[in-house]
């Protein structure tokens, strides 16, 4: 049972739709709060799931809790994810799949920036296939190789949606100045950087993006570093408030922007209706104050 608090101000929900709306590119709709697929494939973001069977169950079941927004890559697994969202969600009514492209993958925890044209060009053909569909809704750059001319590996994914096989971009880990750069080749539609409760490095980016109507997708939105400890100063405020660190956190980023779009990823059910419920929760002035205090 939840019950409306005074100090959060709105009960959490069980629908990710509590979140509200936000348009990618200005018309595609999708509920603020996503859900990310990183977790999905084995050790190292390598290889087959652990549990083929519980990761097609958890994102069914994200789809089922109102999540619109499906972020995956083709460097996770590489290509495991992709598959396991076809698997789960094909034909994908109502929801919008972004995924990245601009990683090789040598091995487990290994990450390598590939931005040549031909790669990219490669790996979005890869990409369709496995998704099944004959357009992307979000490619983003995955990261920029910085031995490759921004304006190759942009004009590149510009081309690709001038095919018709792309219906927006975006950039992942850049600077504003990156961020413009690529602005000027083509439309961005969405940045992803790390951002977080304990890591706000990218706060000047977001109120750019805020700015521009750009979409700002947290990556690694959970990670609260040393505030993590329960019986520390942000479990007992969570605590206090009836919420789990999580939540706090989630809330916390929703409340920042409404451009902001969370995408917190999970191979569990039960931490994902955990996830989904904070959607709804909206942390009041006083709350934020000792979040910032505490941060």
């Known amino acids: 049972m939840t019950t409306t608090d005074d100090r959060t101000g709105t009960a959490p929900s069980t629908s990710a739709a509590a979140s509200g709306t936000f348009r990618i590119g200005g018309d595609l709709p999708v ?28 994102l069914r079941r994200a789809a089922d809790l109102g999540v619109t927004l499906v972020d995956t890559a083709d460097a996770y697994g590489p290509g495991v994810a ?12 109502g929801i919008v799949v972004a995924t990245k492209v601009g990683f090789t993958r040598p091995g487990p925890g290994r990450w390598v920036a590939d931005g040549r044209p031909a790669h990219l060009r490669a790996a979005t053909e890869d990409s369709l296939r496995r998704l099944g569909v004959e357009r992307i809704d979000l490619l983003q750059l995955h990261r920029i190789d910085p031995r490759v001319p921004l304006a190759d590996q942009v004009g590149t994914l510009a081309d690709l949606r001038r095919e018709g096989k792309v219906r927006h971009l975006g950039l992942s880990e850049v600077s504003v100045a990156e961020l413009d750069a690529a602005a000027a080749i083509a439309p961005i539609a969405t940045v992803q950087n790390l951002h977080n409760l304990a890591d706000r490095s990218s706060t000047e980016l977001l109120r750019v993006c805020e700015q521009r109507g750009t979409g700002f997708i947290p990556w690694f939105p ?46 569990s059910v039960a931490h994902l209706e955990e996830n989904v419920a904070a959607a709804g929760t909206h942390l009041d002035p006083a709350v934020l104050a000792r979040l910032d205090r505490l941060a």
């Open 222 to 267: 959970l990670a609260t570093g040393q505030l993590s400890d329960p019986r520390g100063p942000l479990g007992r405020l969570a605590g206090s408030l009836g919420l789990t660190p999580s939540q706090v956190a989630l809330a916390w980023l929703l409340d920042s922007s409404p451009v902001v779009l969370p995408i917190p990823g999970t191979s």
């Open 31 to 58: 509920h603020r709060l996503g859900y990310g697929t990183m977790q999905l494939p084995g050790p190292g973001v390598w290889g087959p799931s652990r549990d083929r069977d519980g990761a097609l169950r958890v």
């Open 82 to 93: 992709e598959e396991l969202v076809h698997d789960a969600l094909h034909p994908y009514d």
